[in-house]
């Protein structure tokens, strides 16, 4: 072969062999994106069942979300409401920073927390009001100046509770049903 064949032979062969690694590197990026965000994907979703098993199971758990507020043991139920305020938030601060639960869901899980604050509101009225009193006894919360108004914003988480409480444990039957898939 003459100069001028085996520079026809490179000027075909180069870029070939420039296509040819392009394609694979390529091929390697998509590959090793598609592993990257598997594991961290997965990782977030079951992130955000567990969360959401844990609002669930504390809805149907906890007291404070059947008692007739009327006949709610404040001293007994402000820890149960810390309790789901800490597990509520949580739950919201994943849900509401991530683009994989529908809108309604995370709606729900905020509307949760926020009741579960307007209820809390109360807690240092109540301490103030017990003031150095070792323990408060039924009969004491009818003297206590803000108790119409806690129980109505207990009825209020209450009824939002109640009334999304299915839909909740629906979408948590589907996370999980997605999970053993």
């Given at each position: 072969m003459d100069s001028e064949g085996i520079k026809a032979v490179g000027a075909i062969l180069g870029p070939l062999i420039a296509i040819g690694s392009l394609i694979f590197n390529v091929y390697q990026f998509r590959e090793n994106n598609r592993l990257r965000n598997t594991a961290p994907l997965l990782q977030r979703k079951e992130e955000l069942r567990t969360s959401l098993k844990?609002?669930?199971?504390?809805?149907?758990?906890?007291?404070?979300?059947?008692?007739?507020?009327?006949?709610?043991?404040?001293?007994?139920?402000?820890?149960?409401?810390?309790?789901?305020?800490?597990?509520s938030e949580a739950a919201n601060t994943?849900?509401?920073?991530?683009?994989?639960?529908?809108?309604?869901?995370?709606?729900?899980?905020?509307?949760?927390?926020?009741?579960?604050?307007a209820v809390l509101a109360f807690r240092d009225s109540l301490d103030r009001f017990r003031g150095p009193r070792e323990r408060l006894y039924p009969d004491?919360?009818?003297?206590?100046?803000?108790?119409?108004?806690?129980?109505?914003?207990?009825?209020?988480?209450?009824?939002?509770?109640?009334?999304?409480?299915?839909?909740?444990?629906?979408h948590l039957r589907k996370m999980t049903d997605s999970a053993r898939s």
């Open positions: 844990a609002v669930v199971g504390r809805m149907s758990s906890s007291f404070i979300f059947k008692v007739d507020p009327h006949y709610e043991n404040w001293e007994r139920g402000f820890p149960s409401l810390e309790a789901f305020r800490d597990i994943l849900f509401v920073h991530s683009s994989l639960p529908p809108s309604n869901i995370k709606m729900i899980i905020q509307g949760l927390f926020l009741r579960t604050m004491d919360y009818a003297e206590w100046p803000e108790e119409l108004e806690a129980e109505e914003a207990l009825k209020e988480l209450q009824k939002f509770a109640k009334s999304y409480e299915s839909r909740l444990g629906n």
